[in-house]
């Protein structure tokens, strides 16, 4: 049976994993009476995945169709987990383009294009949601077209086979069809596969594998993932990983089917498999026959542009309500982090204390989510972009960024991209209303930017940025947030203080919560910091007044997300992060530490 390895490749919610539903169920990977078959995101079954809609992790499936096997490559569409694209796409022998018939190429379009075209894949283009109300699916095909002309290696690159496709409705078509409400299916995409990518190569010779991706097995260990480069692997081999001298013996040898991994005696070049008894390969590794162990090119991702401290809680409420809350236990959970999220870096500054870098706001804020749910207690300060030193000269990370909005929110966008001396490149506006903005600017000018234009622009904003690279460090952005509401006592808040905390501004929490000296319990109206009593309450007489029994009316408290608190922080306040709760504070606690430390921010 031939096998073809092909990735799905896009931008953010242009419809990749829709896509590939559709092929899982139409190519009865599922029997018609399986869950399988009224489930959406099929693929994406973490947790995160499925409450935020997008995919973090790469995933890999196959299906069989007219006797040859294809192994699908599911592939995240955010620019912050572009490494796990770069990282899966060596696997690949062909890409599917998705490309939304009303947004067009967008940023991380470009990005994912060009990586493909430099591993020479053979593209196929397929332009999903014809049936938006202002799909222009003639003009986009124009677009990417261009695109092409300017990304391509050779002129064999320029000819691609073009699909139109409704992902929701599991039909593609090889023609822009008159009658969008027309009986179809997703058969003409896999004929296309089969048409348009090339059969995965056999190579005789020792065996060789990169390895691109690694899982945790309870009862099999560490399982190595790869595709499986020259020669055969039978059960029970011996293997060589490439940074090490130590053999090692294939205990058991995986292949993709459906949705599982299922148990073969042999494997040859060409197929992705996942092999376990190698316990000592990481992510780039080459595993090899022992008669020849020359490692393949590694594989290269993008550096990280933000940066962050984290350390073991440090607050009054420190290990009440986390499970893992010392220093040696986050380091072990970082180190194994580090093992699969091949754009992560982590430096140790000493007490259980690390920097952590990664590739922007979501990639940081997703590894904060997970270790939370998953009973770790921790505190964070405020993201920052990593500079670096080039010549001499001071350097930051650049991105460009693109910004879609109704043509009602112009006014918000200019105003807000103005303030952070963005320098817009192009303005378009569309025939459906929307308008298209796209800018330079520097990535800490970035930080905070999305919930804001969220908030600003009732949720319509489409905002995507890729990073395009460095250039000398720009002026100093002005401040960005008034001051805030700090708790001057520790206790239970109540509703007469809080009442009068609210004269002051928004506050962030509801009575009957803990607080302690020097934590965030609110946004101040003016631009300083000022302490309030949240926890004082209403002094009792035997006296009565006109104004005594008046009913005490609270606002709802302003509740943050985890991005949207990182986004609120200064460089004197941390995020204190336990399984149940999301704290701001100030660093130093007492109003004493801070008046004397107030010029070390």
């Known amino acids: 049976m031939e096998v073809r390895n092909i990735a799905v490749i896009a931008h953010v919610d242009h419809g990749k994993t829709t896509l590939v539903d559709a092929m899982l169920k139409q190519s009865h990977v599922f029997r018609e009476n399986e869950e399988e078959m009224t489930q959406t995101q099929i693929l994406d079954r973490n947790e995160l995945e499925r409450e935020r809609g997008i995919t973090i992790l790469a995933k890999i499936c196959s299906i069989n169709y007219k006797n040859s096997k294809i192994n699908i490559i599911d592939t995240p569409g955010h620019a912050d987990f572009s490494g796990e694209v770069e990282r899966t796409l060596g696997m690949a022998d062909g890409a599917l383009l998705i490309v939304d018939a009303q947004e067009g190429p967008m940023p991380q379009t470009r990005f994912v294009l060009k990586k493909a075209l430099d591993l020479g894949l053979k593209i196929i283009v397929v332009v999903n949601k014809i049936d938006k109300k202002f799909a222009d699916p003639v003009k986009v095909v124009s677009e990417v077209e261009s695109l092409f002309l300017e990304l391509a290696k050779d002129e064999s690159q320029l000819i691609f086979k073009v699909l139109y496709a409704i992902g929701r409705r599991g039909v593609a078509f090889d023609y822009l069809p008159d009658n969008l409400d027309k009986e179809g299916s997703i058969l003409p995409l896999l004929s296309a596969i089969l048409e348009t990518v090339p059969s995965s190569t056999t190579l005789n010779g020792p065996f060789k594998m990169m390895v691109t991706s690694l899982e945790e097995d309870a009862h099999l260990g560490k399982v190595v993932i790869g595709k499986v480069s020259r020669g055969e692997l039978k059960k029970g081999d011996k293997v060589v990983v490439s940074n090490t001298s130590d053999e090692f013996r294939v205990e058991k040898l995986m292949i993709y089917q459906g949705l599982e991994k299922v148990e073969v005696e042999k494997v040859s070049s060409g197929e992705i498999v996942a092999i376990s008894g190698v316990a000592k390969a990481k992510i780039g590794d080459t595993i090899s026959d022992s008669s020849e162990t020359s490692p393949l090119p590694p594989v290269t991702v993008g550096e990280p542009t933000l940066h962050m401290y984290l350390g073991p809680n440090t607050s009054p409420f420190s290990g009440r309500e986390g499970k893992f809350v010392t220093g040696r236990q986050l380091e072990e959970r970082l180190e194994s982090e580090l093992a699969n999220n091949l754009s992560m870096r982590l430096k140790k500054l000493g007490n259980g204390k690390f920097i952590v870098s990664g590739r922007g706001e979501l990639h940081l804020s997703i590894l904060l989510e997970t270790m939370r749910r998953e009973g770790y207690e921790m505190e964070v300060g405020k993201p920052e972009v990593i500079k670096k030193e080039v010549d001499g000269i001071d350097v930051e990370p650049v991105e460009e960024v693109s910004v879609i909005v109704p043509n009602e929110f112009v006014g918000v966008i200019n105003e807000e991209f103005g303030k952070r001396y963005a320098n817009l490149i192009h303005m378009e506006p569309s025939s459906n209303g929307d308008v298209e903005f796209i800018y330079k600017m520097p990535t800490r000018a970035l930080i905070g930017i999305r919930s804001k234009l969220l908030t600003a622009t009732k949720g319509t904003v489409i905002l995507s940025s890729i990073f395009l690279g460095y250039e000398p460090i720009g002026r100093q952005l002005p401040k960005m947030r008034r001051g805030v509401l700090i708790a001057s006592q520790s206790g239970i808040a109540l509703a007469y203080g809080l009442e009068n905390a609210q004269g002051r501004g928004t506050v962030f929490i509801n009575p009957g919560e803990m ?55 200064e460089q004197d306040e941390l995020l204190e992060i336990t399984p149940l709760n999301l704290r701001l504070r100030k660093k130093n606690l007492s109003l004493l530490e801070r008046k004397r430390n107030k010029n070390s921010f």
């Not at 965030?520 to 029994?549: F, H, P, Q, W, Y």
């Open 515 to 569: 607080v302690y000296e020097g934590m965030i319990v609110g946004l101040n109206a003016k631009n300083e910091d000022i302490m309030v009593n949240v926890c004082k309450g209403k002094k009792l007489t035997n006296m009565r007044s006109k104004s005594s029994d008046g009913v005490i009316q609270l606002i709802p408290a302003a509740k943050f997300s985890l991005e949207q608190s990182l986004d609120f922080l």
